[in-house]
């Protein structure tokens, strides 16, 4: 297969994660004969630094030509800490899931058995934990309207949903739930938003379609309570922007590292993967990222096509670095010699390997090897 892959590395950690994925896919490329072009643009800080504008038009022309973007992450202390900033890193991604109508944020959640230590949680709580959380991306409060008052002491969020808006996510979820443990489970705060009640009345519609799955109703205090108490409870959890963008945070505690968790945003036309983790500025250049979400990213992108087959290596390989415990500080304080790189290394040679992948790697790479 040929796909043309628009590369948007992004501020911070993003081009060192960015970089492991690509490894990732340009392995997976060599191996099963597919040609993979990829094609780099700025966004975020950096393009702000270059241009004074977060998503320049070539960089979205060049989304909009390409089959898939990968991306990495976006954000710069000198924005963060400024809120009086009128052009601002976000403001690109979210300027970029608009314009390509990315409607469906995925993002899976799993409990590595490898990793159930790792975790705050106890581990009779987490173990056997497998969620999808669908997050509806391009409305909701981070769309509507805004406003401010012309002394500056009052403002507003317009939080707005319309009945197409959320069927279309609604069905995917649905469909997503017919292929797992059938069971969605809708996040809101019904009690007390008209928004809320709008989305429980469209997904019961929906629901209807779908007879041999399960809807389930929480209110999004109580699904975080519930994520900490019981995550396993959970299959498909389907929900609006914002209370999406907090719960699926709040569950990467469940992998131990947030550095674990990838996301696909998907539309009709147009697809886009990336970590769900920022840009870490302290990180940078340190050789400590974690680039597993970024490359399990790359996975999804490859699903994404159907190609299944090539997904699944890269999740096996995954799974041995940490079985292994070739991975970045986050999850393992041990392996302070284990880089960034050194990870995406072993998921490449695991690629190329997968029978065979050297269990004398990280002796390898540190020079220690008595094999000659």
Same mark, same amino acid.
């Given at each position: 297969? *040929?796909?043309?892959?628009?590369?948007?590395?992004?501020?911070?950690?993003?081009?060192?994660?960015?970089?492991?994925?690509?490894?990732?896919?340009?392995?997976?490329?060599?191996?099963?004969?597919?040609?993979?072009?990829?094609?780099?643009?700025?966004?975020?800080? %950096?393009?702000?630094?270059?241009?004074?504008?977060? !998503?320049?038009?070539?960089?979205?022309?060049?989304? *909009?030509?390409?089959?898939?973007?990968?991306?990495?992450?976006?954000?710069?202390?000198?924005?963060?800490?400024?809120?009086?900033?009128?052009?601002?890193?976000?403001?690109?991604?979210?300027?970029?899931?608009?314009?390509?109508?990315?409607?469906?944020?995925?993002?899976?959640?799993?409990?590595?058995?490898?990793? !159930?230590?790792?975790?705050?949680?106890?581990?009779?709580?987490?173990?056997?934990?497998?969620?999808?959380?669908?997050?509806?991306?391009?409305?909701? %409060?981070?769309?509507?309207?805004?406003?401010?008052?012309?002394?500056?002491?009052?403002?507003?969020?317009?939080?707005?949903?319309?009945?197409?808006?959320?069927?279309?996510?609604?069905? !995917?979820?649905?469909?997503?739930?017919?292929?797992?443990?059938?069971?969605?489970?809708?996040?809101?705060?019904?009690?007390?938003?008209?928004?809320?009640?709008?989305?429980?009345?469209?997904?019961?519609?929906?629901?209807? @379609?779908?007879?041999?799955?399960?809807?389930?109703?929480?209110?999004?205090?109580?699904?975080?309570?519930?994520?900490?108490?019981?995550?396993?409870?959970?299959?498909?959890?389907?929900?609006?922007?914002?209370?999406?963008?907090? %719960?699926?945070?709040?569950?990467?505690?469940?992998?131990?590292?947030?550095?674990?968790?990838?996301?696909?945003?998907?539309?009709?036309?147009?697809?886009?993967?990336?970590?769900?983790?920022?840009?870490?500025?302290?990180?940078?250049?340190?050789?400590?990222?974690?680039?597993?979400?970024?490359?399990?990213?790359?996975?999804? !992108?490859?699903?994404?096509?159907?190609?299944?087959?090539?997904?699944?290596?890269?999740?096996? @390989?995954?799974?041995?670095?940490?079985?292994? *415990?070739?991975?970045?500080?986050? %999850?393992?304080?041990?392996? =302070?010699?284990?880089?960034?790189?050194?990870?995406? =290394?072993?998921?490449?040679?695991?690629?190329?390997?997968?029978?065979?992948?050297?269990?004398?790697?990280?002796?390898?790479?540190?020079?220690?090897?008595?094999?000659?």
């Amino acid at each position: 297969m *040929k796909l043309k892959i628009a590369l948007l590395p992004g501020d911070g950690i993003g081009p060192e994660v960015t970089n492991q994925a690509v490894k990732a896919l340009k392995a997976i490329a060599s191996e099963y004969d597919h040609n993979f072009q990829f094609t780099q643009a700025d966004v975020g800080a %950096i393009a702000i630094d270059k241009f004074n504008d977060p !998503l320049p038009k070539e960089t979205l022309d060049l989304c *909009k030509s390409s089959d898939a973007v990968l991306f990495g992450a976006i954000g710069h202390p000198k924005y963060d800490n400024d809120p009086s900033a009128k052009v601002r890193p976000e403001q690109g991604l979210l300027k970029l899931r608009k314009e390509l109508g990315l409607f469906a944020n995925i993002r899976p959640v799993k409990a590595y058995p490898t990793l !159930l230590n790792k975790s705050p949680l106890k581990k009779d709580i987490i173990e056997g934990t497998d969620i999808s959380i669908y997050r509806e991306l391009t409305g909701g %409060i981070y769309f509507g309207k805004k406003e401010l008052s012309d002394d500056g002491n009052i403002a507003s969020d317009l939080c707005e949903y319309s009945r197409p808006e959320i069927e279309r996510i609604a069905h !995917l979820a649905f469909k997503s739930a017919q292929t797992r443990n059938h069971k969605v489970t809708l996040v809101d705060k019904a009690n007390v938003l008209e928004s809320s009640r709008l989305w429980r009345r469209v997904v019961t519609e929906v629901a209807k @379609g779908y007879p041999q799955v399960t809807l389930d109703f929480l209110f999004v205090d109580n699904a975080a309570m519930q994520m900490i108490l019981n995550p396993k409870q959970f299959d498909v959890i389907l929900t609006e922007n914002m209370f999406g963008d907090i %719960i699926s945070d709040e569950a990467s505690v469940i992998g131990g590292s947030i550095g674990l968790l990838a996301s696909a945003s998907v539309g009709d036309k147009y697809s886009m993967f990336e970590p769900i983790h920022g840009s870490f500025p302290q990180a940078t250049g340190k050789g400590i990222a974690n680039p597993i979400a970024s490359i399990l990213s790359a996975a999804m !992108l490859l699903d994404h096509f159907n190609l299944n087959t090539e997904a699944e290596l890269i999740r096996a @390989g995954v799974e041995k670095s940490l079985k292994l *415990k070739i991975s970045t500080p986050d %999850i393992n304080p041990a392996s =302070d010699k284990v880089t960034t790189s050194i990870v995406g =290394d072993f998921i490449e040679d695991f690629i190329f390997n997968p029978k065979d992948t050297n269990l004398n790697f990280m002796n390898i790479h540190l020079g220690q090897s008595t094999i000659i």
